[in-house]
């Protein structure tokens, strides 16, 4: 025992020299101070000591981190203070006790987080986590920080969380924004669900919303501040639980509704490529590419809000972008100077402008430069296409809503469009029966007239009356002759409900059934017919024809989907009617099955370049026409020069009965909460009648609970009372309920709605843009571009059939898209030289219908065994003997009274009888006369 403490002593002892040796190399006189006890320790001494040993640690982490001891040693402090020395006695046990029964019995989070910073500060995390376990680090970290800012132990309240209450009219001014046509585009097929939060089902017909959410939320912002700056918006995040809840579709192809921002997209994304391939620096690379994005950006939303009738920006102005400077019948003056610029026009002009710069610069072949200049110039058509079709949008539906606005009361207007065929369908359907089917066609009309019971002073009411009139057939042509025929059906039917209209203002897409001089000179004698004038017919922008026609084939659609669920078959017109009237039908929706009977006598109808004309409007002497609405006096033809048509073909319908809610007409009304019940059966003693709830005279008030009806005399209560007619208001909606139900009204009200460009002011300011000079925009920039019948060369007809070729071998998986064509063309190289010059450029669309005319020809050729054409050929040589066999006998017939010629004369006979007579019939002629 005595042998190993002195083993240990002298083991200390060595520590120790060795300790002092290290001290003193370091250049520290201090000596170690090795103490058995340090809280027996005098207070001086214990201070001592802990200096000498302070000393020490100085020295060692100088040896160990001789270039940031004092990091070291402040990283080392720092780590032991978040740890503070605590003596864990029998008090400091009973006080942290004490602080965690307060914490746990603490009702709120501020209460417990002014508990917490008591102690917080002055202990570290991990002893304070032994006696609560559940804290977490964030709630350590915030009592130190409520100590820091409030001061230890202070309760502080959290604000009162204010509930902001909504004004109908914030909501129903945000969702016309919303449904506006510059937002959404509506479709002819799909119905999106919206349930309330009762449960309730809205099915409301399914849009295409153009923008982000929060591009729509920037958009409304800058809206309200330059059209209605008094007016005090909903907030952000209410504004965007209104688009959340008002349901619609996302853009993500437009390939099948606007070709020309298809084909502006494919041409923004080439350009980006482009710029992606010059090697530029990055910040010059990203620079441009925003620029480009801002400019499809720009044009895709922004633009057509900057549209005006007139402006004095050349890119804005509708008069100056639509004149044809070529013919003065179609060109108005602008009465101010287009001395104005326009920022974001002017950014994409010249973003255009440097990388045709940076393509001459960065490309030294000269050839090459050549080419990408020009492939810069076809990528630059679509985009300016896209603008003119923009502008000419705006343009043309300026029409509608001037007609709408100033609707005489015997008056209508009318939609037509065709529907997308249906497709017949069984509920059990074999896979045989799927293909090869033949499509219903149905055509939609939507009447719109005004409700002689509108009141603008009460909330919700609408100003239009709908009535929608759908025409389904088994077997149709769907053109002019057609559309005709039920348009007369329309007018007449129309006559027949209200003998009091008088004329009717029409207007559809610019498809080649409705855009036809047939139409157009139809109206005269469906004017005779029908005993109402149609005093004009407009056209849509081409692809931009979707309206309330489209609208309300989707909600058709959707009911005789539904039909079909029930275990039913629609192949059939009739079947289809019945499908589309079942469950009482769609409201204000009249479907016939219908026959088209067609005039035997069929006029020519001819009206000059009626493809560029979209505004027609007749007068007593004929028709004035326009090529874009209000842009010059326009062309008068008198119908002496046009030649009306006589004689039309009639639609024939079956018979059917309608529900009442199909033979209504269909309006959207909400009923104001300030409506009540009007006894008129009151006595004529009464002196007062009982006003509507809301008149400041009226003081006696209905006690039923939730009645709102207020009454002049107490005689009046009490007769309400005894007939217990009583006026409940609903319960209050919240913002996504009444933001829901809005959006529903909005999406059956159609087309009283109005682009947003049109309630600006006429003229703008924009800041000028200072950079390069530009050339000014000319006039009629916007008028659509004719195109050049161009015919191919050899050259192109022998490379596109051979592309062509390979898509069609089975063992090659090539199949080439017109784009990749168009981009191989550019970039063909043979013996080291490009194969076309820039002049032999084609687009893909040149491609597309090139490899469309090809397929439909190599179709047409029929493939069949050899046995089947042996076959064929001796039953065409059969019909053809027995065709000239009756052909002899007639002609015997009448030679009967005259000499009996030669045989060889009857065989000149029975040839000039037949010019088309070919060497095999002359050969069975011969057979049968013998």
Not at 910 to 922: D, E, G, I, M, V
Request: hydrophobic fraction near 35%.
């Amino acid at each position: 025992m005595l042998f190993s403490s002195e083993i240990s002593k002298n083991l200390s002892e060595e520590k120790r020299d060795l300790l002092n040796r290290l001290l003193e190399l370091c250049n520290n006189p201090d000596k170690a101070w090795i103490t058995p006890d340090f809280k027996k320790l005098a207070h001086n001494s214990q201070y001592k000591f802990l200096a000498k040993i302070r000393s020490i640690i100085e020295s060692i982490v100088s040896f160990l981190a001789p270039n940031n001891a004092e990091e070291v040693l402040d990283s080392l402090c720092s780590g032991n203070e978040s740890e503070n020395p605590v003596v864990l006695d029998g008090k400091f046990l009973s006080v942290m006790k004490g602080v965690t029964q307060a914490y746990q019995n603490a009702d709120d989070w501020p209460t417990r987080r002014a508990v917490l910073s008591i102690v917080a500060p002055k202990i570290g995390y991990k002893l304070i986590q032994s006696f609560l376990p559940d804290l977490t680090m964030y709630r350590f970290s915030s009592a130190r920080l409520h100590a820091a800012v409030h001061r230890t132990g202070t309760i502080v309240q959290p604000p009162p969380r204010l509930v902001n209450r909504f004004d109908d009219a914030q909501v129903e001014h945000f969702v016309d924004f919303l449904t506006s046509d510059h937002v959404s585009t509506d479709l002819p097929f799909g119905e999106k669900c919206m349930k309330l939060t009762d449960g309730t089902e809205l099915f409301v017909p399914d849009t295409i919303r153009n923008i982000i959410p929060t591009r729509i939320i920037e958009q409304y912002y800058g809206y309200c501040n330059e059209v209605n700056p008094g007016f005090p918006p909903l907030g952000m995040s209410s504004l965007y639980k209104i688009i959340d809840v008002c349901k619609a579709s996302t853009r993500k192809s437009l390939q099948g509704i606007d070709y020309y921002a298809a084909d502006a997209g494919e041409a923004f994304d080439s350009l980006q490529k482009m710029i992606e391939n010059l090697n530029l620096l990055s910040a010059e690379a990203q620079r441009l590419i925003d620029n480009l994005r801002q400019g499809r950006q720009y044009l895709k939303s922004d633009f057509k809000l900057h549209v005006s009738e007139s402006s004095d920006i050349a890119d804005h102005c509708i008069c100056h972008a639509l004149s044809d400077p070529s013919d003065k019948a179609f060109r108005s003056k602008c009465n101010h100077d287009h001395s104005n610029t326009c920022k974001d026009c002017l950014l994409l002009a010249n973003t255009f402008i440097e990388i045709e710069a940076l393509l001459v610069e960065k490309v030294t072949d000269e050839d090459e430069a050549k080419r990408a200049v020009a492939k810069l110039k076809l990528l630059k058509e679509p985009v300016d296409a896209y603008k003119s079709h923009q502008m000419r949008t705006v343009n043309q539906d300026r029409a509608r809503e001037e007609v709408l606005a100033q609707l005489p009361k015997d008056s209508f207007y009318y939609y037509m469009d065709w529907a997308m065929k249906f497709l017949p369908a069984k509920y059990r359907e074999a896979q045989s029966d799927f293909f090869g089917k033949r499509g219903l066609s149905w055509h939609v009309s939507v009447v719109m007239m005004n409700d002689s019971t509108y009141d603008p002073s009460v909330p919700g009411s609408n100003k239009f009356l709908y009535k929608i009139f759908v025409h389904s057939f088994d077997n149709c042509t769907q053109d002019s002759t057609a559309v005709t025929a039920i348009m007369t059906d329309v007018l007449q039917r129309m006559k027949e409900k209200d003998p009091s209209l008088k004329t009717c203002y029409i207007r559809s897409d610019n498809a080649g059934c409705y855009k036809a001089a047939e139409t157009v000179l139809a109206v005269p004698k469906v004017f005779e017919l029908t005993e109402i004038q149609v005093r004009r017919i407009d056209f849509s922008e081409a692809q931009s024809g979707k309206g309330p026609c489209d609208r309300y084939a989707a909600v058709i659609k959707a009911n005789v989907r539904r039909y079909l669920n029930e275990k039913n078959s629609v192949t059939t017109a009739k079947q289809f009617v019945e499908a589309a009237n079942s469950h009482h039908g769609v409201s204000g929706v009249e479907i016939f099955e219908s026959r088209l009977k067609l005039n035997a006598n069929k006029q020519k109808a001819r009206l000059p370049k009626i493809h560029s004309l979209n505004n027609f409007e007749f007068e007593r002497e004929g028709v004035r026409v326009h090529r874009a609405y209000k842009v010059g006096e326009g062309n008068f033809y008198s119908w002496k020069q046009l030649d009306p048509l006589k004689v039309l073909s009639e639609v024939l319908c079956e018979d059917i009965t309608f529900s009442e809610k199909s033979s209504e007409y269909h309006s959207i009304k909400k009923k104001s909460h300030q409506e009540s019940d009007d006894l008129s059966s009151l006595p004529s003693t009464s002196a007062t009648a009982i006003p509507k709830a809301g008149v400041s005279d009226a003081i006696f008030e209905c006690t039923e609970p939730g009645c709102v009806d207020k009454f002049v005399k107490y005689g009046n209560l009490v007769r309400h009372v005894c007939n217990g007619t009583h006026t409940i208001l609903p319960e209050q909606h919240c913002l996504s309920d009444t933001a829901a139900i809005m959006y529903k009204t909005r999406s059956e009200q159609i087309e009283n709605r109005q682009i947003c460009s049109l309630l600006l002011e006429k003229s703008r300011t924009r800041e000028i843009f200072e950079t390069k000079k530009i050339a000014a925009l000319p006039e009629g920039w916007a008028l659509p571009v004719p195109r050049k019948n161009v015919r191919f060369t050899e050259q192109q007809v022998v490379y596109l059939t051979e592309r062509f070729e390979e898509g069609l071998k089975k063992d090659n998986q090539v199949r080439w898209k017109p784009e990749a064509v168009a981009e191989h063309m550019r970039e063909l190289k043979i013996n080291g030289k490009f194969h076309f010059s820039t002049e032999e450029f084609l687009k893909p669309s040149q491609i597309r219908s090139f490899f469309s005319r090809l397929s439909s020809k190599r179709k047409n050729l029929p493939v069949v065994d050899e046995e089947d054409e042996q076959e064929c050929y001796k039953e065409q040589r059969q019909a053809e003997s027995e065709e000239l066999i009756s052909r002899v006998k007639n002609v015997l017939v009448r030679e009967q009274e005259t000499p009996m010629d030669s045989p060889r004369s009857l065989k000149r006979e029975a040839s000039t009888s037949n010019p088309q007579l070919n060497t095999s019939k002359r050969f069975s002629l011969r057979s049968s006369k013998k």
